[in-house]
């Protein structure tokens, strides 16, 4: 009788030590998976004005949870996102262009994060009488060919570019994929590479044309987008292929990213941020149909 109360004892004893395994076990995964919910520090990430928008509600939301984290959002421009990482004055650079497409950028010192994906579309004041170019129409535009809403279907009215500075990646992008790679005509050059100063600039500005992301469009109702060829710049449309005009958005760390840093980066990526993602105007990398 004795032997077998020190046998069942023995097996409760083994029973209790193989749980406490397992819960320890289960403690330490989840504190893996959990690890960005307890960031702490301070990180500033500039560049893509295109992205801001989904950056800047990421953070919100992000610090909400982290209450020992601060993360500083500043646009400027995917250029400017790009040297400010490179040089060190940032911990992250964002931009619709990849670093080596940058001039003076060591692409090789830096990662690149795909983070989502962005369409850029021609925008109109509201009271442009024209909602459709071909692309053929739209590069005789902004080539300075065409010069006069009458000659595309619309009033007698004077096109006015709006055109970004050299470090936008929007004006990069829309170079590359809806003009053929074709330099812009002189227009009303911004200062900055800001796509609400761009929003504010077509809407006051009669006869104007310009370009921005689609994060943008229904911040402002007095402009609209253009459909290139019959075909509108909408998710369905890029996700499919039928809509060229679009780019990956970047985050890019020196080196490999590490800490808070990581932490955000992967909080971006993930599926918690998904419906964020597709509210403001992006696309998820893994919902394309097609990849570049």
Same mark, same amino acid.
């Given at each position: ?79 400017? =996102? ?6 060190? @004055?940032?911990?992250?650079? &964002?931009? #619709? +262009?990849? *670093?080596?497409?940058?001039? /003076? ?101 009669? =006869? ?6 689609? @994060?943008?469009?229904?911040? &402002?109702? #007095? +402009?609209? *987008?253009?459909?290139?060829? /019959? ?62």
């Amino acid at each position: 009788m004795k032997k077998r109360n020190v046998s069942a004892i023995i097996l409760a004893i083994a029973i209790s030590i193989c749980l406490v395994g397992v819960i320890f076990t289960g403690c330490s995964s989840n504190k893996n998976v959990g690890d960005r919910e307890k960031a702490s520090g301070s990180i500033l990430t500039i560049g893509s004005t295109a992205l801001q928008p989904l950056i800047e509600e990421a953070a919100k939301n992000f610090m909400d949870k982290n209450q020992d984290a601060i993360i500083q959002v500043q646009g400027g421009g995917s250029g400017n =996102g790009l040297t400010a990482v490179s040089n060190g @004055s940032t911990q992250i650079g &964002n931009s #619709d +262009i990849e *670093a080596q497409d940058k001039a /003076g950028i060591d692409a090789a010192s830096l990662e690149d994060h795909k983070v989502c994906v962005i369409g850029f579309a021609p925008i109109v004041g509201k009271n442009i009488k024209v909602d459709n170019l071909t692309k053929q129409q739209l590069i005789d535009i902004f080539t300075g060919k065409i010069d006069n809403w009458s000659k595309v279907g619309g009033d007698d009215m004077k096109i006015v570019l709006i055109t970004r500075p050299a470090s936008s990646g929007t004006r990069a992008t829309f170079k590359k994929y809806a003009l053929d790679g074709l330099d812009e005509a002189s227009g009303k050059v911004l200062s900055q590479d800001s796509s609400g100063a761009v929003l504010k600039a077509v809407a006051e500005t009669e =006869g104007a044309i310009s370009y921005i992301g689609l @994060s943008y469009i229904n911040k &402002n109702k #007095d +402009i609209k *987008a253009l459909n290139l060829d /019959g075909i509108a710049p909408n998710a369905e449309n890029i996700k499919s292929g039928k809509y060229r005009v679009w780019s990956y958005e970047h985050m890019y760390t020196k080196g490999s990213a590490k800490g808070l840093e990581k932490a955000f980066i992967e909080y971006v990526m993930s599926d918690e941020i998904k419906p964020i993602v597709e509210k403001l105007g992006y696309i998820p990398i893994k919902d394309m149909e097609i990849e570049r």
